[in-house]
């Protein structure tokens, strides 16, 4: 058991190592504005070059630094949390693979080398989520690789289309005539892997994957690849007329359906996972205001209260019974006090509350949403979906951690374990200060000073107040039914889009291929092919043999009467 603890403790020790030396360089380059690119020629062909590049520039570095940091974390938890799996090094090494997959993704800005990181995400995260190998993973892994899959075409396509411009660099785009092309398949990839509307449905149902996996996978590196990749190409696709609203309009609607959902569900891990779905929409919000530094911010703040979020929740699931629905919990404040602790950080963090980390991102991009020329249609949705946050915040937090205790039994031996506390403590710290620090270091995240009256700069945190309060009211009443109503299940179903995006496919699938199987393999070429001429060869020897056996006479005539033809012939 020493060794199989000893190689995941023994690569998080690397990750937070390696971590804390990129720091300094991340600082330097922030401070200093430079970029460097590495370009290796690999062959020429006519005016098309195919070459391998590496960027190291503050966003990369930056990108980097905060997943190593938070893999670390989760690969220090997992040796504890993941001790009794018989599979710990496997288990170890696709979470390296992930990091390493992110990293190619992160440093190289040409797009056939980057598909090495974006299909490696794609791969190893569907072998992370089928991990425990049952029915209900395999299920939620096949919608995983699937959606994902759309992307990796979509990515493939435009990779055709940029052959036209004799180069596949993301940084030396220009403008062409297919350009309205090569931006439609950027952004669809870079939705499916986001979990944008109408792709939404995988990430909900990929928490069937181990919750260090949830951590790690599903709240601040694969599904931030998609927002990365947009932050990358942004100066290309801002230049296209109508993508900066198309994008509004859908990620509004993601942080919409998301918000509502996770009120109605009841799955401890389902509801983070909405939540990081409702934050992806507010990052891509951010993209189709015009301001990818400051979606870049919000990328890193809650990739490290998100995972804070998850460990806890994994915590509070591994102790109690391995049950994950908060209707079962209870009274958990006083019986795992630095789990407890932590989880309100995350959870205040993903509100907004002030001085924490959530704060300084999330606050900024609902006040330039006020100061920007937007619809005032989506800036009542904008912050109907913020008072959501708040309210599925409290609800969680009312259920498992200060309600009253139910039928499930705690036992928080895991609390005294060291790899867990110092997992846990790292990333509050984070969680804490990341906001703080990362503002002072982001001096171009905003692009123009915001002048909002004071009713506008208090209405965030009236919004969240009012999302506290009326939780708060409707709580109690009806949180412990099992009936399911009409509303609630459209409402838990995101709007019925995940039996929509996964039954009628796998419907449609399977309808066509039985019909196919049925009209063609046991249809008209069944009867052309193979039992067709055996029921001809058959039926032949039959008759033939019915001739032989039963008119031996008219057997002898037709031979005395075909020798009489030959002669008459010859004659």
């Not at 939540?275 to 205001?289: A, I, K, W």
């Amino acid at each position: 058991m020493s060794m199989k603890l000893k190689s995941s403790s023994i690569s998080s020790l690397f990750l937070i190592f390696y971590s804390i030396f990129l720091l300094p360089f991340t600082i330097m380059f922030f401070m200093s504005d430079q970029n460097i690119l590495l370009e290796w020629m690999i062959f020429q062909m006519s005016s098309c070059s195919m070459t391998f590049m590496l960027i190291f520039d503050p966003i990369s570095l930056s990108f980097s630094n905060t997943v190593c940091l938070i893999s670390g974390c989760v690969m220090l938890f997992s040796s504890s949390y993941m001790s009794h799996d018989p599979f710990l090094k496997r288990f170890t090494w696709l979470v390296m693979l992930f990091v390493l997959s992110m990293n190619l993704l992160v440093f190289i800005p040409s797009l056939p080398a980057l598909l090495l990181g974006w299909d490696g995400l794609g791969i190893v995260s569907f072998a992370l989520v089928i991990y425990y190998q049952n029915t209900k993973s395999l299920g939620a892994g096949m919608i995983t690789v699937l959606a994902n899959r759309i992307g990796d075409v979509m990515i493939l396509i435009s990779i055709g289309l940029l052959v036209l411009q004799g180069h596949w660099s993301i940084i030396s785009m220009w403008d062409f005539h297919l350009t309205a092309y090569t931006a439609f398949t950027l952004t669809l990839a870079a939705m499916t892997k986001s979990a944008q509307i109408p792709f939404s449905s995988w990430l909900p149902a990929a928490m069937a994957a181990p919750t260090p996996v949830s951590a790690l996978v599903h709240s601040s590196t694969l599904v931030t690849a998609g927002v990365f990749l947009v932050i990358r190409f942004f100066p290309f696709l801002s230049t296209i007329s109508g993508f900066k609203s198309g994008l509004l309009f859908i990620s509004v609607l993601t942080l919409l359906v998301a918000g509502i959902g996770a009120n109605y569900e009841n799955d401890l891990k389902k509801i983070i996972a909405l939540s990081t779905l409702s934050q992806l929409g507010v990052m891509m919000m951010s993209l189709g205001m015009g301001m990818p530094y400051l979606a870049l911010f919000h990328l890193y703040t809650h990739a490290l209260f998100k995972a804070l979020l998850f460990l806890c929740a994994g915590m509070i699931i591994h102790n109690s019974s391995n049950t994950q629905d908060i209707r079962h919990m209870g009274l958990l404040f006083s019986q795992a006090p630095l789990t407890v602790t932590s989880m309100n950080i995350a959870n205040l963090s993903l509100c907004g509350a002030p001085f924490l980390s959530g704060f300084y991102s999330k606050d900024l991009i609902l006040e330039v949403s006020l100061a920007n020329p937007t619809n005032l249609i989506m800036i009542l949705l904008i912050f109907l979906a913020t008072g959501m946050t708040a309210a599925y915040s409290l609800r969680l937090s009312l259920c498992s951690l200060w309600g009253a205790p139910k039928n499930s039994s705690y036992h928080g031996k895991q609390e005294l374990d060291p790899y867990v506390n110092w997992a846990v403590t790292i990333l509050s710290l984070a969680a804490i200060a990341a906001g703080f620090a990362l503002q002072n270091t982001f001096l171009g995240f905003n692009p123009f000073p915001l002048i909002l009256p004071l009713f506008l700069k208090l209405l965030t945190m009236f919004v969240i107040i009012m999302g506290l309060f009326i939780s708060f009211v409707a709580w109690e009443a009806n949180y412990q039914s099992n009936s399911m109503t009409k509303m609630k299940f459209f409402f838990s179903t995101m709007w019925f889009l995940a039996p929509i995006s996964a039954q009628p496919l796998t419907k449609f699938s399977m309808v066509l291929g039985t019909n196919l199987m049925k009209s063609i393999d046991m249809g008209w070429l069944e009867i052309l092919g193979g039992q067709g001429s055996n029921f001809l060869t058959s039926e032949t020897s039959k008759v033939n043999q019915n001739i032989q056996l039963k008119s031996f006479n008219f057997f002898i005539i037709f031979i005395l009467l075909a020798a009489g033809f030959i002669l008459y012939l010859i004659v």
